[in-house]
């Protein structure tokens, strides 16, 4: 059974969908769901579910990533996960600590990536008038939002459509995807599945 470490920074909707996907025959399970917010919403709905959490501020860290990252580090060497899901978690990860994780961690990003690395993908995909939106998972690597995409599921963009109004139809489409792509990966299955 493959450990899986959830790292998030808000309401913890898309780590919900994963932990309730981890049960039965799943080949994974949730050992921890670890927030560098210490109000994140999702630690209650983590505990409410009997996760363990911890909370890994990042704010008396400042400017120094490196030092932040080891404290994560500390946290999650006591778990030993076989794979690290972010799911909304906001900060942006060194190249030490991608590598020291190489291969383990997977990312939930809101676009069809390689469109919209980084943040309000919703009002750049309306702003360019694009059809279609959608959701990505993929492998993290140390360049942004660029590691190898395993799964994306789309949604059409309407002519009415506020950053608020398609980011609620392309969470709903998140909470289809990551929990079955984390169930592939930890089965080995790395190929890429695209939901319509
Ligand atoms: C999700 O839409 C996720 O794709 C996005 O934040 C939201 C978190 O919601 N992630 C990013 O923007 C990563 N840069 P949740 O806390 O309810 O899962």
């Known amino acids: 059974t493959k450990r899986v470490a959830i790292l998030i920074s808000g309401g913890g909707s898309n780590m919900v969908s994963l932990v309730e996907d981890m049960t039965g025959d799943h080949p994974a399970r949730p050992v921890l769901v670890l927030s560098n917010k210490p109000d994140a919403g999702g630690l209650a709905k983590a505990q409410a579910r009997g996760i363990p959490t911890a909370v890994v501020d990042h704010r008396p860290f400042g400017s120094d990533r490196a030092a932040f ?36 961690m997977l ?47 789309r949604v059409p963009v309407l002519p009415d459509d506020t950053p608020e ?32």
């Open 69 to 104: 990252e080891v404290a994560l580090n500390r946290v999650l060497d006591q778990v030993r996960p076989d794979i690290i899901c972010l799911a909304g978690f906001m900060r942006v990860l060194t190249e030490g600590f991608v590598q020291r994780w190489d291969g383990k």
């Open 107 to 153: 990312n939930i990003h809101p676009s069809l990536l390689p469109k919209y690395k980084g943040l309000h993908t919703h009002a750049r995909a309306i702003e360019a008038g694009d059809a279609e939106a959608g959701c990505s998972v993929h492998e993290v690597t140390a360049e942004l939002d660029g590691g190898k995409v395993l799964g994306q599921a």
């Open 165 to 196: 109004t398609l980011a609620a139809r392309v969470l709903v489409q998140e909470h289809d995807l990551y929990p079955k792509i984390l169930r592939r990966v930890a089965e080995g299955d790395r190929s890429r599945l695209d939901l319509t």
